[in-house]
């Protein structure tokens, strides 16, 4: 007796028209509304979807070829339902998943039909026409139209995996397998770029980010009060103004409200509608207690509409003004029609502070919710430790299977919040309702009266960063700080993705003379070396402390090969170390136009008695060894604490250059101990004397190239 073989359980049944595009058991609660039926011509991704700051992309068919349209809708249901066997993931490693994410199922639709008008224009209507050799002519296509090797990765895997997904098709194509999944990709791709990855990204210039840094931490700190208090104000008069019935009452009092400015010859509140000014109608509702219809009566009757044009005034709120900026009160009055754009600016200050200080991904910054950041219970000793950030990470978190997860996991490590970090949390809390995210769309949105769902998106925060900078400068020059201007960045927009590598660039470098950079980078040096975070290192270093670890390396590099130029060209160097670190440095590496792996990082840093430091407080350099490093004390540190560096020291080094700079600061006390009174004179000349000192030591037992270093 024959017996009938096992049904294929990979294999997936023919939908009907009135199918749910997402299975059930994939929908997100939230969006569970939004589910598509399978003959729709629009699939909306949303369902599939839990990240708060995920863009919520569609499936739109009517810009597939009509010809390949329906093979090519029964595939994406098919994608989406399915999953792709395990003996084809197999030897496949972590290029193919058994489903995409949430984000990669749109896009590789959206490369399934730039397959479909390929073929559509060459007069081939299926799937089925996709032979070996036409499957080799369209990775030719891809190998020389791609923008990118990534992208032509991407389309050319998008193929690969349509033809996987073929085999679970309740109406297989029958299209070919691609010659590149069988005989290799390489020949199918433009040459490889140089560059790539975090390290790759360009840092926000310290002149940018130091005005930057300043101006976030001024709204949270000291306007915070004000913008909240003048948000609250503006919602309970528009309030008043939408439910005010007309009454005797409300008219009186608005005409009183009227005849006083006209009595005073003062401008009327005006607002701008579409770029026009007008009256301020709800404005004068919530101020007087009089219906909109009653001011749309009044502004009709006496021409209210051409004087508010013709003399257009504030909207000034009844509010004490308690915020300062450069010691002055920064406004005379707040006013109703700012109210909104100061809290969408206080918005975007507190995700520059929160974004910057932790180093978290931009994504994991707009997932924080109300709550995440409790005050820290006293410890044994009775003193408070750091505060943690509890929170979603969501880049590389996989289910059981290595597929992506939408909604990201809770860190194992949190994440250590210093004090501006705090703050900021703080007055987003005051923002969101409890529990719900601190970027909470919804709660951020503060002219529109529509509900949402999930956070602000990342391309939307952009826009909103650079608002903030045109309206911090406008403030700096209204306020007589041009010093105080945020100047463009180099290397172009300031984005999101930028502050996570400049955090990690700047502490590893340290750069000296910007107060507001150079406090921060000494709290977030505390804070990464707390049992936590020491913790986290020794576990996985997956976070910030691998980028710190790149910008590191590539920074001690690039002191060793400043020290090999300086003494090849004549230069002379002294400190206990000299010899020591000129051997050093010339058996360092040059890494420019490379990028480092944070792996081979950590092992290059770990070279006890190898690693140039540059200490540009201290003006000297330090070939670090544990053993004889005053800094450390009685911990043997893994690198120098350069905010400590103690005169003496045996790892000290110093070139021509930093006894002409020793000099220049030492001039620079000087004159300011002219115009200090005693004992404080005394000490800043005293200081200024030490430091003529190390230069002159420097002269006298500098060595050159003219003595053998051995």
């Not at 993931?89 to 896009?107: D, F, I, Q, Y």
């Not at 951020?444 to 769902?453: A, C, D, E, L, V």
């Not at 340290?510 to 707390?530: E, S, W």
């Not at 540009?616 to 560096?645: F, G, I, M, Q, V």
Request: hydrophobic share 40%; net charge positive; with cysteine.
């Amino acid at each position: 007796m024959t017996t009938a073989p096992e049904p294929d359980a990979f294999r997936l049944p023919l939908p009907t028209p009135t199918t749910p595009v997402v299975p059930p058991h994939r929908v997100s609660a939230q969006h569970a509304h939004l589910n598509a039926r399978y003959a729709e011509p629009t699939w909306p991704m949303a369902p599939l979807i839990e990240n708060p700051s995920q863009p919520r992309k569609s499936i739109f068919w009517d810009r597939c070829p009509q010809a390949l349209r329906e093979e090519l809708r029964l595939m994406a249901w098919t994608l989406i339902n399915g999953e792709l066997r395990r003996i084809f993931l197999k030897n496949r490693g972590v290029t193919m998943r058994s489903r995409p994410s949430a984000n990669e199922t749109p896009a590789t639709v959206i490369r399934w039909t730039q397959l479909a008008k390929w073929l559509d224009e060459r007069g081939l209507p299926a799937l089925a026409d996709c032979t070996r050799p036409v499957l080799h002519e369209y990775g030719l296509f891809v190998r020389d139209t791609a923008a990118s090797r990534q992208m032509a990765v991407k389309a050319l895997t998008a193929v690969t995996r349509l033809w996987a997904y073929d085999s679970l098709s309740a109406r297989p194509t029958g299209i070919a397998r691609p010659p590149w999944d069988e005989h290799g990709v390489d020949n199918y791709l433009p040459a490889a770029a140089d560059g790539g990855g975090e390290n790759a990204r360009e840092p926000l210039s310290e002149e940018t980010m130091s005005p930057l840094l300043t101006w976030a931490m001024r709204m949270i700190d000291e306007l915070a009060d004000d913008i909240l208090a003048a948000w609250a104000e503006t919602c309970r008069l528009r309030g008043i103004a939408a439910r005010a019935p007309s009454t005797p009452e409300g008219r009186t009092a608005l005409d009183a409200y009227l005849d006083a400015m006209f009595a005073a010859g003062s401008p009327l509140p005006a607002s701008r509608n579409n770029g026009t000014g007008c009256l301020a109608s709800t404005y004068l509702a919530g101020v007087t207690g009089a219906s909109l219809n009653q001011v749309t009566v009044r502004t009709a009757q006496r021409g209210l509409t051409r004087i508010a044009a013709e003399r257009p005034g504030p909207c000034p709120l009844t509010l004490p003004v308690t915020g300062q900026i450069a010691g002055a009160p920064w406004r005379t009055a707040l006013d109703f029609n700012e109210a909104p754009l100061l809290m969408r600016h206080l918005g975007t200050a507190a995700f520059i502070v929160c974004a910057y200080l932790t180093g978290m991904r931009p994504q994991e910054t707009l997932g924080m919710r109300a709550g995440c950041c409790p005050d820290p219970e006293p410890g044994a000793d009775g003193h408070a430790g750091h505060h943690l950030i509890r929170s979603h990470h969501y880049k590389t978190v996989t289910d059981e299977d290595g597929n992506h997860l939408s909604g990201g996991a809770e860190r194992d490590v949190p994440w250590v919040a210093i004090t501006p970090v705090v703050r900021a949390i703080r007055v987003l809390e005051r923002i969101v309702p409890d529990g719900h995210l601190l970027f909470d769309l919804d709660s951020h949105q503060f002219r529109s009266t529509r509900p949402y769902t999930g956070s602000l998106k990342a391309s939307a925060m952009r826009v909103r960063i650079e608002d903030f900078v045109a309206w911090a400068n406008a403030e700096a020059a209204a306020q007589g700080l041009p010093e105080e201007t945020i100047p463009p960045d180099p290397h172009g927009a300031i984005g999101t993705t930028r502050f996570r590598r400049s955090l990690a660039w700047h502490i590893a470098r340290r750069p000296g003379g910007l107060v507001a950079l150079a406090i921060q980078y000494g709290h977030m040096r505390t804070a990464l070396a707390t049992e936590v975070s020491e913790g986290y290192a020794s576990r996985s270093r997956s976070g910030i402390h691998r980028l710190i670890d790149v910008e590191t390396a590539l920074s001690v590099a690039e002191t060793a090969a400043e020290l090999r130029d300086h003494f090849d060209v004549g230069g002379g160097v002294s400190g206990p170390a000299a010899r020591h670190a000129l051997l050093r440095a010339a058996r360092t590496p040059r890494f420019e136009g490379r990028e480092i792996k944070a792996n081979f990082a950590r092992k290059f840093l770990a070279r006890d008695g190898a690693v140039l430091y540059d200490n540009p407080h201290a003006l000297l350099l330090c070939l670090y060894k544990r053993d004889r490093a005053l800094c450390a004390n009685s911990t043997l540190r893994e690198a120098p604490a350069l905010d400590r560096c103690v005169p003496g020291c045996g790892n000290s080094v110093r070139t021509d250059d930093h006894a002409a700079q020793l000099r220049e600061r030492a001039d620079l006390l000087d004159k300011k101990a002219v115009h200090t009174p005693q004992p404080v004179g005394d000490r800043i000349r005293a200081n200024a004397t030490r430091l003529r000192s190390y230069a002159d030591e420097h002269d006298r037992t500098r060595i050159t190239r003219q003595e053998s270093p051995a």
